[in-house]
């Protein structure tokens, strides 16, 4: 709950300062490649949808990394993130 909530709203933050602080341009050839990069994942019809594997690290960082943290815990969240990232 926590990484959804506080992640939704500095997201929010992040994007609304980067739109009114910008101080470089961007290179039409790169804004065209992340936007295809982008359409890509959207347009998958094979393996993962990124949200059940970005909803699967919510929910782990909520469960191994919450205010209360131990080293086990910590150890094994490294692993899943690993494993998230080869899905991924």
Do not use: C
């Not at 690290?57 to 080293?71: H, I, K, T, Y």
Request: aromatic share 8%; hydrophobic share 30%; no cysteine.
């Amino acid at each position: 709950m926590e990484t959804i909530t506080y992640g939704k709203r500095a997201g929010r933050h992040a994007a609304d300062w980067a739109m009114t602080h910008t101080t470089i341009e961007v290179p039409e050839s790169q804004e065209r490649d992340a936007e295809h990069d982008i359409q890509a994942l959207l347009d998958r019809t094979d393996g993962e949808r990124p949200w059940k594997i970005r909803d699967e690290l919510g929910a782990s960082m909520l469960e191994n990394f919450g205010v209360f943290r131990r080293e086990n815990q910590m150890k094994e969240q490294e692993r899943i993130v690993g494993y998230l990232r080869e899905r991924y």
